[in-house]
C-alpha cells in the first residue's frame, strides 16, 4: 500500500478487467487482515473477562490448529485429487474446487490421522487461483503439488480411482494404495467422465460404500472435499456409517440405513464439531 486506503498493483501488461480483479483481491486482502486483528482483539477481552471471573480461557484457533497438528500421527495413506479439469470448468467453478481443497486441506489439519495430500496434474487457471486466492498455499503441510498426472506420479498398480459409477466397492483403507479423487465441479454436465478416463487408462477404481451404510435422497455424487472428509473420517473412526452421517450434508437427505439398528446420533463430538453442514452444493 503506497498510501492510507491506496493499493499499490504491478499494471504493466494487464488488461484493465485483471487490474479490477487483482485491486479487488488486493483490497479483500486488506480487509481480511483487519477482520483477523478485530477476532483477536476480541478474543483478548473474552478471555480477559474470562480470567477475571476465573473461568479457563480459550486459545487463538491459530493455536488450537497447532496443537491439534503437534497431536498428528505422521501420514501414511495418499489421497491424490486429479486437477487435469481445467479446460471443462469455467472461472466459477474453479474457484469453488480451491476452495473445497481448502476444506479438504482444513480437513487434514484438524485430523488425528492426516493423509498425505496430493495435488496432480497441477497447471493452469488452477494453479493461477491457488497463488492469487490462497495465501501462503505453498506451505501447506502434509501436501505436495505435482504438476505431473497422477498416472505419471505413482505405479499403475498403486492407483485406485474414487468415482461413484465404480461397481466395486471401498471396504477398507490399504495404506499401500493412493486413493485419487476427480478434482472436477461440474453439476453433473459430464457425468462419468473421470470414470470413464480411469478405466480407459486401465486403473482400477472403487465406490464409497455409501448405499451399503446409509440412505440418500439424492444422487450419490459426492463433491471433492466431501469424499475426502468421508475418507478422513472413516481413517479415524473406522466406521462407514458414522463417517457419512458426519459428513454428507443434510441437505443430501442423508438417513441412516432403514437395516441398521442405531439411535441416528453420533457419538464422536470430536469429528462432529468439525464438520462442516455448510459445504458446497456444487458436486
Ligand atoms: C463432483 S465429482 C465429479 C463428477 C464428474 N461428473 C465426473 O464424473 O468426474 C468429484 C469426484 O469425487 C469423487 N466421487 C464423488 N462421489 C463419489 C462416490 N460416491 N464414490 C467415489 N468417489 C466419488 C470422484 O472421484 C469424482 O471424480
Redesign the pocket.
Known amino acids: 500500500m503506497t498510501e492510507a486506503g491506496a493499493v499499490s498493483i504491478d499494471v504493466v501488461s494487464l488488461s484493465k478487467r485483471q487490474i479490477k480483479k487483482r485491486k479487488k483481491e488486493e483490497q479483500w486482502r486488506l480487509k481480511k487482515d483487519e477482520l483477523r486483528s478485530t477476532r483477536k482483539e476480541r478474543l483478548r477481552e473474552r478471555n480477559a473477562k474470562r480470567k477475571a471471573e476465573g473461568k479457563a480461557t480459550k486459545g487463538s484457533t491459530r493455536k488450537r490448529l497447532k496443537r491439534m497438528e503437534t497431536d498428528q500421527l505422521p501420514p501414511t495413506q495418499r489421497v491424490a485429487i486429479?486437477m487435469r479439469?481445467d479446460h471443462l470448468m469455467n472461472d466459477k467453478d474453479i474457484k469453488n474446487l480451491i476452495r473445497q481443497i481448502e476444506r479438504c486441506y482444513a480437513c487434514n489439519r484438524r485430523s488425528k490421522k492426516p493423509f498425505h495430500m496430493l495435488l496432480t496434474g497441477l497447471s493452469g487457471k488452477s494453479l493461477e487461483r491457488l497463488e492469487e486466492g490462497v495465501e501462503g498455499y505453498r506451505n501447506w503441510k502434509n501436501v505436495t503439488f505435482e504438476r505431473r498426472g497422477y498416472g505419471e506420479v505413482f505405479e499403475k498398480e498403486s492407483v485406485v480411482?474414487?468415482?461413484?459409477?465404480?461397481d466395486n466397492v471401498?471396504a477398507e483403507l490399504d495404506s499401500s494404495k493412493v486413493y485419487?479423487?476427480?478434482?472436477?465441479?461440474?453439476h453433473?454436465?459430464?457425468?462419468?467422465?473421470?470414470?470413464?478416463q480411469a478405466v480407459a487408462a486401465g486403473f482400477s477404481h472403487?465406490?464409497?460404500p455409501?448405499s451399503e451404510h446409509v440412505k440418500l435422497n439424492s444422487r450419490?455424487?459426492?463433491?471433492?472435499n466431501?469424499?475426502y472428509e468421508a475418507l478422513a473420517a472413516f481413517a479415524e473412526t473406522g466406521d462407514w456409517r458414522e463417517s457419512f452421517l458426519l459428513t454428507i450434508p443434510h441437505r443430501k437427505g442423508v438417513e441412516t440405513h432403514p437395516s441398521v439398528h442405531t439411535d441416528g446420533h453420533s457419538t464422536n463430538t470430536d469429528i462432529d464439531s468439525r464438520v462442516s453442514d455448510k459445504a458446497e452444493s456444487?458436486?
Not at 161 to 166: N, R
Open positions: 486429479d479439469f480411482y474414487l468415482a461413484a459409477e465404480s471401498l485419487v479423487i476427480g478434482g472436477f465441479v461440474d453433473n454436465h459430464h457425468k462419468g467422465l473421470s470414470f470413464s472403487a465406490r464409497l455409501i450419490k455424487v459426492l463433491t471433492v466431501h469424499v456444487n458436486a
